[in-house]
């Protein structure tokens, strides 16, 4: 017999009865009311006894944990301590620098610039700088002093009649529904402050998205929340009417996510509130699904004619996509379509495998995609080989924290950043990880407005300032530390990864293109053979 159940009959069988015995020799052998309340101790310890003896019996017959059957009431310990272990781990157990999504390290420096605080590093790295693929950079005697206008580039192509003058870091896409109403308003807020753009995530421009007047990026998923019809087609007089907005700049399609590429979602009818079923333009308490594949294009050709129907009902903003790349035939593959319509969207927004805020299957989130910097990357190159990469904005959207992950990502090929969990830790996230339970204990990441209302707007957002001012401040200076003027120098040979003794750059680990070289099949294998498999019928 397991010591466990030998205890628990032990419980039943002998402690049980002689609790409740000397419970009724001290009152003499009355068990009256009266006579028990004089006895609170008594009492306490056989009602304890009690209850373990009626919780074991049950578990043993009928508890759907085997542990609970073999350990009954004591294997209620190992659950109670599972359900804190991400709390003990977090806080008394993992050191600086080894957690994931984001280790203590940089969650400390979001949260210290976010609060204006002090955010140096004393008594040298912690990281091990030796480490094969540890990353980094090669300063230049010659620093200089990047000047803050070169902190903002423009958007907008030859075929744009509105370009739009973008902050080097903005908000990346998140939705109201997926963070609360305060959280969505203090974002707003805070890129109203410092003059940077919110992305409204594919949920649709929300009340709170407009609380504070800051510049939108407006962006459009599978489902066309917002300006969709009946049959979850886009609705032209609806996406004309709201993209006219003054505040919203810039119009995103997300193809796909990082989080979960080439997957759906599903928004339960019970969640469909009034509210959302407005913002939304959807039936109230009717299931939300966004497809996995947009309804109004099936082809490249077909996603740059889209491309053309958007600028021409938005009067000439800046129109561009967002995806996660997989095959690489197939981005090459609109690449193609770009140069046969002759119509070119005015940015394509890079997201990496590394996730982001929203909740995926643990497969398509582990196993999925291209890593954000490799991706930015690849994309860059396929443009300057196909002779278009100065008509189109690349927007780096992965796992971005510090001045460094903004550098890298520029480096590799983009020309601006977006984030959203460091702005979310800037709004007090604790990376608690349960943006998916709705019992997001910040109030963050939850439709629950008991817990959304813990959320300053006015102090939250002025923090969502701070963080952007700071990381921008951080960045300019990292550029000047390697010689430059202007962001737009860097380059990936600035990139430095540790490789066996030595190191390599990054162009030496990943190859390179010259402009137009795709055009007249000189480029290397790697990028050739993707090249020719690259179709404008078919993604």
Not at 17 to 24: D, E, R, V
Not at 223 to 239: I, K, P
Not at 260 to 280: C, D, F, M, Q, Y
Not at 423 to 438: D, I, P
Request: with cysteine.
């Amino acid at each position: 017999m397991l010591p466990a159940v030998r205890f628990y009959w032990f419980i039943t069988l002998v402690a049980l009865p002689f609790s409740l015995t000397w419970l009724l020799v001290v009152t003499s052998g009355s068990i009256g009311l009266a006579d028990l309340a004089d006895h609170p101790f008594q009492l306490i310890l056989f009602l304890l006894f009690l209850g373990y003896a009626l919780l074991g019996f049950w578990e043993m017959k009928r508890a759907p944990n085997n542990l609970r059957r073999n350990y009954p009431v004591l294997a209620n310990i190992r659950y109670l301590l599972e359900i804190i272990r991400p709390e003990i781990q977090q806080y008394f157990i993992a050191n600086n620098t080894e957690e994931r999504p984001f280790n203590r390290e940089q969650r400390n420096i979001v949260y210290r610039r976010a609060k204006g605080l002090n955010d140096t590093l004393p008594f040298g790295t912690q990281q091990d700088i030796l480490e094969q693929g540890y990353r980094s950079l090669h300063h230049s005697i010659n620093a200089t002093t990047v000047e803050k206008e070169h902190s903002r580039v423009t958007v907008g192509g030859p075929q744009c009649s509105k370009p739009y003058s973008a902050s080097r870091l903005n908000i990346s896409g998140m939705s109201f529904g997926a963070l609360s109403a305060n959280a969505i308003a203090a974002l707003n807020r805070g890129a109203a402050l410092g003059a940077f753009a919110h992305n409204t995530g594919e949920g649709s421009i929300s009340p709170y998205h407009l609380a504070h007047g800051a510049d939108l990026i407006w962006q459009l998923g599978t489902g066309y929340f917002g300006c969709r019809t009946a049959d979850g087609r886009l609705d032209d007089r609806e996406f004309a009417r709201k993209s006219a907005l003054d505040v919203v700049k810039m119009i995103e399609i997300k193809i796909s996510q990082g989080a979960k590429p080439s997957h759906g979602g599903v928004l339960p009818g019970a969640k469909v509130t009034e509210e959302i079923a407005r913002i939304r333009t959807v039936e109230v308490g009717r299931t939300i699904v966004s497809p996995a594949r947009h309804p109004e294009f099936s082809t490249p050709r077909e996603l740059m004619h889209f491309i053309a129907r958007l600028r021409k009902l938005s009067h000439g903003k800046p129109i561009g996509f967002k995806l996660c790349i997989g095959r690489k035939s197939e981005f090459m593959s609109i690449v193609k379509a770009m140069r046969e319509t002759g119509i070119l969207p005015d940015f394509v927004t890079v997201d990496g495998a590394e996730g982001g805020t929203g909740a995926a299957p643990v497969e398509f989130s582990n196993r999925l995609g291209t890593p954000c910097l490799e991706a930015t990357f690849f994309v860059h190159q396929v443009l300057v080989g196909a002779g278009l990469r100065d008509r189109i904005s690349i927007i780096s959207a992965g796992k971005t924290a510090t001045g460094y992950d903004m550098l890298e990502k520029i480096a590799a090929g983009a020309d601006m950043v977006n984030a959203a969990r460091s702005m979310m830790l800037a709004l007090g996230c604790v990376q608690s990880l349960s943006c998916n339970t709705n019992h997001c204990p910040t109030g963050v990441a939850t439709t629950d407005p008991r817990r959304g209302r813990a959320i300053d707007i006015q102090a939250k957002g002025r923090r969502v300032c701070n963080y952007h001012h700071n990381t921008m401040h951080a960045f300019l200076e990292l550029c000047g530390a390697l010689g430059y003027q202007n962001p737009s120098q860097l380059k990936a040979s600035d990139i430095v990864c540790r490789h066996d003794a030595g190191y390599r750059y990054f162009n030496e680990i990943h190859e390179t293109l010259q402009p137009n070289q795709l055009l007249d099949s000189s480029a290397p294998i790697s990028y050739l053979e993707h090249w020719t498999r690259a179709d404008t019928d078919r993604f």
